[in-house]
């Protein structure tokens, strides 16, 4: 069983990345529309209620960021 207090999905596209996030703990949906550049999406997730747990559409320009994430 996980310990994640946010659950995130991330839909990422070459031009931007589609983020929504739900708090375990208060049931808040944050969702935001981001550049898709790694230390942006990071940044975003950081601020999130912690720990997080993140996932996202596979495909080629997600991986990247799943490896930066991890």
Same mark, same amino acid.
């Given at each position: 069983m996980? /310990?994640?207090?946010t659950?995130v999905? !991330? #839909?990422v596209?070459?031009?931007?990345v589609?983020?929504?996030?739900i #708090?375990? /703990?208060?049931?808040e949906?944050?969702?935001k529309?981001l550049?898709?550049?790694? #230390?942006?999406?990071?940044?975003w /997730?950081?601020g !999130?209620?912690g720990?997080a747990? /993140?996932?996202?559409e596979a495909?080629?320009?997600g991986?990247?960021l799943?490896?930066? !994430?991890a």
């Amino acid at each position: 069983m996980g /310990v994640e207090r946010t659950s995130v999905g !991330l #839909d990422v596209h070459a031009r931007s990345v589609s983020a929504a996030a739900i #708090d375990g /703990v208060t049931g808040e949906l944050i969702k935001k529309r981001l550049v898709p550049t790694t #230390d942006t999406v990071i940044e975003w /997730v950081r601020g !999130l209620p912690g720990p997080a747990a /993140v996932t996202y559409e596979a495909g080629p320009t997600g991986f990247g960021l799943a490896r930066a !994430l991890a």
